[in-house]
């Protein structure tokens, strides 16, 4: 109960009711409270796919939507609301955060971004830190590789993905070396 009225109040500032938080699942509500406010109105996948689509080139994606929400949904109800109880408490701060993950963006820091995105978590359950880790990332990378490869047997080509997938031992980039 508390942490559902916590959740009311935090998407009623995002201009969210409460009718709608009632119908989404603790995960859902995870990604909607932690994106940062867009300044533009766009995203960034959709601005890359509508530029490849206006100069006619082939646009391929790496995974499936049921896929992505496979790393959500596979979560247990209690391992989702660990992630919003942790989401809640660091609210206050979550624009400060995506502002030095930018900043590391920027300066194409992959393994600070790395470490970011473990500080931002160190309150969280070891255990759940990992299986999230593992389904968020590991797992979706070596897939990822995998349709990639045949792309990239054909000729160069342009591909986008967020940068956590990029650098570690499992990251994309040190698979395809």
Request: proline content about 6%.
């Amino acid at each position: 109960d508390e942490v559902y009225a916590e959740a009311v109040a935090a998407s009623a500032e995002l201009g969210l009711a409460e009718s709608a938080v009632r119908r989404c699942k603790p995960w859902g509500l995870v990604t909607l409270l932690s994106a940062p406010p867009s300044r533009s109105g766009k995203f960034l996948d959709l601005v890359l796919y509508n530029e490849a689509l206006g100069q006619g080139k082939p646009v391929q994606g790496l995974e499936e939507v049921d896929e992505q929400l496979e790393v959500f949904e596979g979560l247990p109800e209690p391992d989702q609301v660990a992630l919003l109880r942790s989401t809640l408490a660091h609210r206050h701060r979550l624009a400060e955060m995506h502002e030095e993950l930018l900043r590391t963006y920027l300066r194409r820091d992959l393994s600070r971004l790395q470490e970011l995105s473990t500080a931002y978590m160190s309150d969280t359950d070891p255990a759940l830190v990992e299986r999230f880790r593992q389904g968020a990332i590991v797992n979706r990378n070596r897939h990822m590789v995998e349709r990639l490869l045949p792309l990239l047997a054909v000729g160069p080509a342009f591909v986008a993905v967020g940068a956590l997938h990029l650098p570690g031992a499992h990251g994309i980039l040190f698979q395809l070396q």
